[in-house]
């Protein structure tokens, strides 16, 4: 439990998180009432993974956002009612195809079918697929500190912790195939049922009809597909499993899960599952569908096509906090997770985190890093920008951490990695992004005639500085030396009551002189690379383009 006030009370906090539109306030709002119509002395919270691939983001994006409402919730009920959090990981599903982004798939093609902890596991490092993909996804989790505990699917099956809930299923299997067969084509329709038997003779998850049920005997029946012998499985103890919709409600009533969110493209499937669940006597969880995530083309990410970008990829070019922003912003407006996206989310995290001490208790409450770090965001202390180093990197070619710390030691006295590890983080987060991303896509503009002068007019006021220089005289300097056409801006309007500067400008020195499109402030950005620097920068492009 956390406070922001070490003076306030938890029933204070409560109050004004009562009154806060924060999302996962607004989500924990409708457990809160879940629970005064169906009482409880510990809710569950519960986020799926289906291992048949390797995580991705949208796999933290899920654990993480849960998290969050499982925070407010604590909060809104003053901590009072036990939580847990469950990542189940669906693990006994059939492979259904090999994914494109592992090894030794010729090896995964043979296991065509078997449930994912059957499955040899390509990499050779854990006993099967799914405990090679389980163990990437909790390496992960563990990782960013998340409170959960895991669960196998596997092993709830074959332990009998799903006996009950399988033989309820049974039991109401007509109820359950009323609410499933509209839903289904008509060919599919006639042979469903929501029982897979697991081969004995090949371990395979078979999707066959089943032609005869013992509710008494809490067994089913199937012809075997190539021998033709007829098979009684008892439904219980692993010797079945169920398909993913009935799957998904019968955990829910087993379990007795109270919030699980879900990707948009399931919305059906949680309605279907919800009436499933109630079929046997559960209470549906609360939760709401957020948006996909979409890749650089606009299409949605998948964890076996491997497209948009993965965990690793992500910490390879930024903060984990950063991550945790880009999840809590929108979570129900379709967004691209892309490499682009990486620098806005960086130095948006480090702004509210700046902004934080400024706000009253109610505007903290709605601060994305109150929800991000469960009501204790650390202190701000980050004396440059993301976009600041990525702009000191490209103008340098400063590929490694020494030169960008010498830039910064000159600019911030005092600063170094021993007293700013997270600076020097990012100073390496910022190297990998340049030469990844930025270095490979770099083209120079030629300056028009016009530009020439206005760069020729900069290069000669710089000089006129002192060498020390602050951030904010240089940029007024640049500001001033813009002030002509074509980068006048009539409808600003400068504090002597002239025109303003258009971003035209400020955009201009970037692709002309960095080959790039935007950066940070310009006089930010020239105090930190030094305006001997500057200077020398503007006459290289000059003679460029001489």
């Not at 009432?33 to 995580?55: C, I, M, Q």
């Not at 129900?332 to 806005?344: G, N, S």
């Not at 020729?456 to 060498?467: F, I, K, P, V």
Request: glycine share 8%; with cysteine.
């Amino acid at each position: 439990m956390s406070t922001i006030d070490p003076a306030m009370s938890p029933s204070d906090l409560r109050a004004l998180a009562e009154q806060s539109n924060a999302w996962p306030f607004e989500q924990a709002k409708a457990i809160v009432a879940r629970l005064k119509k169906h009482p409880k002395d510990e809710v569950l919270f519960e986020t799926g993974y289906g291992p048949s691939g390797l995580p991705h983001i949208g796999t933290f994006g899920e654990v993480a956002r849960t998290t969050m409402v499982r925070h407010a919730f604590r909060v809104l009920t003053e901590d009072k009612i036990k939580t847990r959090l469950l990542a189940f990981s669906d693990d006994m599903d059939g492979l259904r195809k090999v994914p494109d982004n592992v090894p030794n798939q010729e090896l995964l093609a043979q296991h065509l079918g078997k449930p994912l902890t059957q499955v040899p596991d390509p990499f050779g490092t854990h006993a099967s697929f799914g405990a090679h993909n389980n163990a990437r996804l909790r390496a992960f989790l563990d990782r960013f500190g998340f409170d959960y505990e895991f669960a196998s699917s596997t092993d709830y099956y074959t332990s009998g912790r799903f006996d009950a809930a399988l033989l309820r299923m049974l039991e109401r299997l007509e109820k359950v195939m009323a609410i499933m067969l509209p839903s289904l084509r008509e060919e599919r329709a006639a042979s469903y049922s929501p029982f897979l038997p697991v081969c004995p003779r090949t371990g395979l998850v078979l999707y066959v009809p089943i032609v005869e049920h013992d509710v008494k005997a809490g067994t089913i029946s199937y012809d075997d597909p190539d021998t033709k012998e007829r098979v009684t499985l008892p439904v219980t103890g692993g010797h079945c499993k169920l398909q993913w919709k009935p799957d998904w409600a019968m955990r829910w009533h087993a379990l007795g899960v109270d919030y699980e969110m879900a990707g948009k493209d399931l919305i059906d499937s949680v309605k279907l599952s919800g009436k499933i669940c109630a079929a046997l006597g559960g209470t549906p969880p609360e939760g709401f569908n957020y948006e996909l995530f979409l890749d650089e083309k606009g299409q949605k990410i998948s964890k076996s096509k491997g497209n948009g970008l993965t965990i690793d990829e992500w910490l390879r070019y930024a903060s984990p906090e950063s991550l945790s922003l880009f999840m809590y912003r929108e979570p129900k407006a379709a967004k691209r997770l892309y490499f682009d996206v990486i620098p806005r989310n960086v130095d948006d995290y480090q702004q509210f985190l700046e902004g934080f001490p400024r706000q009253d208790t109610k505007q903290q409450l709605g601060n994305p890093v109150w929800h991000i770090h469960s009501g204790q965001p650390p202190k701000a202390d980050m004396p440059v920008t993301f976009q600041l180093l990525l702009t000191l990197v490209s103008s340098s070619n400063a590929e490694n951490a020494e030169t960008l710390w010498g830039f910064i030691g000159r600019y911030r006295p005092g600063v170094t990695p021993a007293t700013h590890p997270k600076l020097d983080a990012m100073v390496g987060y910022a190297i990998n992004y340049y030469r990844d991303f930025v270095a490979p896509t770099k083209v120079f503009r030629e300056p028009s005639e016009g530009e020439r002068a206005a760069l020729q007019d900069l290069r000669d006021a710089l000089s006129n500085l002192e060498s020390d220089a602050s951030a904010e005289d240089i940029q007024n300097v640049v500001y001033e030396i813009g002030r002509r056409e074509p980068f006048l801006d009539h409808k600003k309007q400068g504090k002597d009551g002239r025109p303003g500067v258009s971003l035209d400008w400020f955009n201009m020195l970037y692709q002309v002189l960095l080959g790039q499109e935007k950066g940070p402030r310009f006089g930010s950005f020239v105090a930190v690379y030094g305006i001997g620097n500057a200077v020398a920068m503007i006459d290289g492009a000059l003679a460029r383009s001489a």
